[in-house]
């Protein structure tokens, strides 16, 4: 069973780091992408970078890029989303998902969110 | 990047009606479009993958089609369980976009 499983819920201060994961098992992790995507309160779905574990070839939306990094470890089958210096309009709910390729891509299984809280 | 525009942004209906939802690309996607279903609480959840593929599992009553810049999905026969948000997903650019989300209230 393909299962996305993401860290718990933090509560921060503005300006400290933090790094929530996403651990991926059930199915060959390097193979397939993983995406993060963002979810103010009471807002929509934001899509905010991609990366492919086999090689770690990582794509950001610019609305992200420089605000947050994704990276992953093979060895745990596990993709990291990091803010070196937290704000508080990083509040949200972050979902961890999984690209796959069929005739075009489309995000297949989630992890259940995590929730962040900076304040 | 591709701006992706849902219409309308919420909708109320009743059991039983037949509902559409449109996503408009700002650039031809190609067939590169996929629907989500959100409900409280929960992770989005996939029911309709490039453009017109049903996601294993989910109910028939939901349906999509589309191609180039505009794309739509019907669900056929609202059931209760179907009141939730909406949004669709271009993968066509190296950058994914979503769109707004269309909410579907019970009338």
């Known amino acids: 069973e393909v299962q996305l499983v993401q860290s718990g819920a933090e509560v921060k201060k503005p300006g400290e780091p933090l790094n929530i994961s996403c651990h991926g098992s059930g199915y060959n992790f390097v193979a397939f992408w993983i995406a993060w995507v963002r979810q103010k309160p009471g807002k929509g779905l934001e899509w905010m970078g991609i990366?492919?574990?086999?090689?770690?070839?990582?794509t950001y939306s610019p609305s992200f890029q420089g605000q947050v990094s994704i990276s992953v470890d093979k060895s745990t089958s596990t993709a990291n989303l990091r803010w070196s210096g937290l704000k508080a309009s990083d509040t949200a709910m972050y979902y961890c998902?999984?690209?796959?390729?069929?005739?075009?891509?489309?995000?297949?299984?989630w992890g259940q969110g995590t929730l962040v809280t900076v304040s | 990047d591709i701006q992706m525009t849902q219409s309308p942004s919420s909708l109320s209906a009743s059991v039983g009606d037949r509902v559409t939802i449109t996503c408009r690309a700002s650039?031809?996607?190609?067939?590169?479009l996929n629907w989500y279903q959100e409900r409280p609480g929960k992770a989005p959840k996939l029911l309709i993958y490039?453009?017109?593929n049903l996601e294993s599992g989910v109910p028939s009553r939901f349906s999509g089609s589309g191609s180039g810049t505009d794309f739509t999905l019907t669900i056929s026969g609202l059931q209760p369980e179907d009141f939730s948000t909406y949004y669709c997903l271009q993968t066509y650019s190296s950058v994914w976009t979503f769109g707004q989300g269309t909410k579907v209230e019970i009338k």
């Open positions: 650039q031809s996607i190609g067939r590169s």
């Open positions: 490039s453009t017109f």
């Open positions: 990366i492919y574990p086999g090689d770690s070839h990582t």
């Open positions: 998902a999984r690209g796959t390729r069929g005739t075009t891509y489309y995000l297949d299984y």
